[in-house]
């Protein structure tokens, strides 16, 4: 079947440099994208999402950049923090599917901030 | 913001045994969901629900039953533990629209069946 998933399992990175973690989904269909940040113990925890309809968009020191040609997805984290060291996942829907709108989760990358 | 709230947090079963794990939000949303995360994957959808009432199977549903008889409630029950259950459960809900809205999440419950 379809999947979502990352081009690497771990990135370490050095405070204050910029992360950029990368996600390649297959479902042509997929119009919604969502990245969450998962601290060991707790949930998911939503950072930033895009529409199919849009290539970029900013949150507090996150960039979601979308490229549909390639089907590829990435997560920006400027200045990384050592607080910013979690598991990121991508996942996709589509958003007008029969299914309940359920999300498609890749595995996750395990990001590490050293000092 | 209580948000999604799950319980318990923690339970260890013994095969054969079952139990009901607990999901409630306060946040009015019509849709809810269960995934479970097996080490170092992604979540993979259990069952979900549209609203209360109606409920449907994700992608890994055997083994599991769910009711939604309120908007807020959507338990989730094993009912013959397997050690193939041992896992991390996760509820979630969105609100109006639910795809192409974010799913808000609680902290899980860890599982353990021996």
């Known amino acids: 079947g379809e999947s979502v998933g990352l081009h690497l399992p771990t990135l370490s990175v050095q405070e204050g440099d910029n992360s950029i973690i990368n996600c390649?989904?297959?479902?042509?269909?997929?119009?919604?994208?969502?990245?969450?940040?998962?601290?060991?113990?707790?949930?998911?925890?939503?950072?930033?999402?895009?529409?199919?309809?849009?290539?970029?968009?900013?949150?507090?020191?996150?960039?979601?950049?979308l490229n549909k040609t390639v089907k590829h997805l990435s997560l920006q984290i400027a200045a990384t923090q050592p607080g910013d060291s979690a598991v990121y996942f991508c996942a996709e829907n589509e958003s007008n599917s029969n299914s309940g709108y359920a999300l498609n989760f890749g595995k996750g990358t395990s990001l590490l901030v050293t000092p | 913001n209580a948000g999604v709230t799950q319980t318990p947090k923690f339970r260890i079963l013994k095969i054969g045994q079952s139990m009901t794990l607990q999901c409630t939000q306060d946040m009015n949303h019509n849709y809810m969901y269960w995934y479970r995360q097996d080490p170092g994957m992604g979540l993979k959808l259990i069952y979900y629900s549209v609203g209360a009432g109606i409920t449907d199977k994700g992608e890994v549903p055997n083994g599991y039953n769910v009711s939604r008889s309120t908007t807020e409630d959507f338990p989730l029950r094993l009912e013959l533990a397997a050690p193939s259950q041992t896992s991390v459960y996760f509820c979630a809900s969105n609100g109006a629209g639910g795809g192409g809205q974010p799913q808000h999440f609680g902290d899980g419950t860890r599982l353990s069946i021996l």
């Open chain 1, 24 to 65: 390649a989904y297959s479902n042509s269909a997929s119009d919604y994208f969502i990245w969450y940040k998962q601290e060991s113990g707790k949930g998911p925890q939503f950072i930033i999402d895009i529409r199919s309809n849009m290539d970029k968009r900013q949150g507090q020191r996150v960039t979601v950049l």
